[in-house]
């Protein structure tokens, strides 16, 4: 590792240490380990800052040691800790600009030097100009309009990685970017571009008036940018959610936003299209390793596979909760397929995530441009292909593909000759091309769709590919990994912190599986609303499925309370109690289940399991012989049957029985017991014989002697002497 890197990992812990003490309130610390870093980069402009900070907060604990009461003591004291906050900030980004160690740095190194002349207003007049000046149609492919085109990507550079590099801004550069909000001479690609660069430059330093810019790009009439925003908003509230009740002022206009009703819904609906988006690894293996290799095989055989069958009954989900049917297993892989892109998955990026490698995506701000048919690289493939009707046209039109992929697919057909692109389409039906385009159209149209959810889901899937295949992904913050908890921030705390919109978000959770945190989140219901039915059962079997098997009765029975004699909250109820080994209350549940589900075997087999747990050994007997007769299960049956009557003194009933379960697969318990019941009634080679069975299934001789002296009481109460038991294992 060189010095340069040593020097600059040493100045982030510096920044977090002092960050650290500003946070916890320890300002004269802070500003004392601030006061010599700063001297030494010689930046007036901190400096002067510094002091004024300093000359303040040493009056105001003067007038506070005086006894002087100040109503603004504490609002001043807040806006103290936050500017220091942000000359620490500033701080770090000039001290780590010196060692260009990575490609923010570098770029910024090479942007100043080249730059010095350009400010957000000149930027806003060429785009102004351009929008107004320039009447390109996609026909136009001239020279000159190519020219004009790149010209124009050009200054979007520019804008990008100007508002990029600019780590804090001052009035007159809020000023400036306010006016792009108001001006309709600005393209709105070109918009959404700069609210890209604002949520990005954001994310590398925090920068009040750019939240304030984000909160207030929000309300502009176009979808395509106020959904941006509020990416950029949530993105930034995450980030640096411990520092945001230092600005007063943020929160306010929080607040103002949440009294239109759609802010809070649309930050609710994004912010699990959020979570949606931490899935993308797991849709993408499932995708390479079962759904694509099945999906193949299936095309070139007709598949019949049985279906997996099982008698655990403590793993169902209330069939109340949905109406899902089985299928086979192919059947079930495209359903799933299905409903994954119903949901809105991302189920492209492993398709994609191999062709990010194009010179477009070597400058940074195309990640984040719009896609656009009229960009210089685009135009170029789509110069002969403006049927609307075109297969290209169609697939860039629709809503399947997020803006990344667009252009990615465009630069791969751009290898694909015109010629046969052409006798692709040649080849088609007219009923064929019409197929396709209703195909394409109900693909697009998800269910419960609306523009925004479309806009904004698409922007979190091209955020999440330069997240994670961007060359220089490790610098940026992971802003898709971790725990993402907004609606608990105190920022968003009024905003979220509702049933209407905690319930999707526990729904969310609990549909991917994620029973730890669907539980914490059905719990902060109940705690607001006292709860109903199905949030208790919700509950209960999350803390089931975590092995928290006292937490789930609890929250069984208060289901049951509210909703009493329900067969699925008994049967839960009943396996609970079995696996902590109340059995005296899992049998009474499964008595109630059982008089719903009078032939159900699964019952029918655990009711006996309890019985003979409670050693009521010729009640168990019973159920088990009703099992055998119900012929649901011989093995499970034969063997409980053998048990019981072993365990009663019902000898040769127990050999007899042993000796069904040993003609069918038999494990090691069942020869060590069948050996029990031969030792029990004489037959001494016979024992041996099942004992040498059960000890070469386990290979191990400590294991062996272990689980047969687990049986000692038994072996005794069926006459046994014990003086016999180590001889009998010496024979072996």
């Known amino acids: 590792m060189d010095n340069n890197f040593l020097s600059a990992e040493y100045i982030e812990l510096q920044h977090t240490a002092i960050k ?7 300002l004269n610390e802070a500003i004392s380990l601030l006061a010599p870093l700063v001297e030494t980069i010689a930046q007036a402009e901190l400096q002067y800052k510094l002091d004024e900070i300093r000359f303040s907060y040493t009056s105001m604990l003067q007038y506070m040691q005086k006894g002087v009461e100040d109503p603004e003591r504490h609002s001043l004291y807040m806006k103290l800790l936050a500017e220091t906050l942000e000359i620490n900030d500033q701080m770090k980004i000039s001290q780590l600009a010196n060692y260009k160690y990575n490609s923010y740095y570098r770029l910024k190194a090479s942007y100043s030097n080249s730059h010095n002349n350009k400010n957000l207003e000149i930027i806003k007049t060429e785009l102004e100009t351009w929008c107004i000046d320039s009447n390109l149609d996609i026909k136009d492919n001239s020279f000159e309009s190519d020219q004009i085109r790149k010209r124009h990507e050009d200054i979007l550079t520019e804008m990008f990685t100007y508002i990029y590099l600019n780590t804090h801004w001052d009035k007159t550069d809020k000023l400036a970017a306010d006016a792009f909000l108001k001006t309709s001479n600005v393209a709105g690609n070109d918009l959404c571009l700069m609210v890209s660069a604002v949520t990005m430059s954001l994310l590398v330093c925090f920068d009040s008036l750019k939240m304030k810019w984000l909160l207030d790009a929000y309300l502009h009439t176009s979808t395509n940018v106020n959904q941006r925003a509020l990416v950029g908003i949530a993105f930034n509230i995450h980030l640096y959610e411990e520092r945001m009740h230092l600005y007063p002022e943020i929160r306010a206009q929080v607040n103002i936003l949440n009294e239109m009703p759609e802010f809070g819904k649309e930050l609710n609906r994004m912010h699990i299209q959020w979570l949606f988006c931490q899935e993308t690894e797991k849709i993408d293996k499932k995708m390479r390793e079962e759904i694509i290799p099945e999906m193949i095989k299936n095309a070139t055989q007709n598949l019949d596979l049985p279906l997996d069958e099982t008698d655990d009954d403590n793993e169902d989900k209330n069939p109340d909760w949905n109406n899902n049917k089985k299928q086979s297993d192919f059947e079930d892989m495209m359903r799933e397929v299905g409903e994954l892109q119903q949901e809105g998955a ?51 039109d629709s809503t399947i593909f997020c803006d990344s992929d667009k252009y990615s697919l465009c630069f791969t057909l751009q290898h694909v000759p015109e010629s046969q692109r052409q006798q692709m389409l040649s080849q088609l039906t007219e009923q064929q091309l019409n197929d396709f385009t209703d195909d394409m159209q109900i693909l697009s149209a998800k269910k419960g ?28 913050p992971t802003i898709f990994d971790g725990r993402i908890n907004i609606h608990r921030y105190h920022t968003l705390r009024d905003v979220l912190y509702k049933e209407e919109y905690l319930l999707p978000l526990a729904n969310y959770y609990f549909s991917k599986e994620h029973f730890d945190k669907a539980a914490e989140v059905y719990s902060e219901i109940i705690g607001l609303t006292k709860g109903k039915a199905d949030l208790f059962e919700k509950l209960g079997f999350c803390f089931q499925k975590q092995k928290e098997y006292d937490k789930a009765i609890e929250a069984y029975l208060k289901a049951d309370m509210i909703h009493s004699d329900n067969v699925w909250t008994m049967r839960h109820l009943a396996t609970c109690y079995r696996i902590t080994k109340n059995y005296s209350n899992a049998l009474s549940y499964y008595k109630k289940v059982e008089s719903v589900l009078t032939e159900n075997p699964n019952v029918t087999y655990y009711i006996g399991v309890c019985l003979a747990e409670l050693k009521k050994y010729d009640e168990a007997i019973n159920y088990f012989f009703k099992l055998d007769f119900m012929g649901s299960a011989s093995i499970k049956s034969w063997r409980a049957i053998a048990w019981c009557s072993l365990a009663n003194d019902k000898l040769e009933q127990a050999v007899i029985y042993y000796e069904k379960v040993l003609t ?47 049986d000692k009481e038994l072996l005794l109460k069926n006459g046994i002497h014990e003086n016999d038991i180590p001889l009998l294992i010496d024979l072996l």
């Open 449 to 476: 769709d609306t523009q925004p959810n479309i806009i904004c889901r698409q922007y979190l899937h091209s955020l999440y590919r330069f997240f994670k295949l961007h060359q220089s992904r490790k610098e940026f």
């Open 346 to 396: 991302d189920v492209y990026m492993s398709s994609f995530s191999q062709l990010k490698r194009y010179p477009f995506f070597e400058v940074l701000s195309n990640w984040f441009y719009p896609f656009d048919k009229q960009h210089s690289m685009v135009v170029n493939v789509l110069r002969e292909g403006t049927d609307p009707k075109n297969i290209v046209n169609l697939i860039l």
């Open 20 to 26: 650290k003490l500003i946070l916890d309130q320890r």
């Open 664 to 710: 069918m697969e038999p494990n090691y318990k069942d020869y060590l017991n069948a050996g029990h019941a031969y030792l029990c009634t004489k037959k001494i080679d016979q024992a041996l014989s099942q004992y040498n069975k059960a000890y070469s299934t386990i290979k191990s001789k400590e294991r062996f002697i272990e689980l047969f002296y687990q």
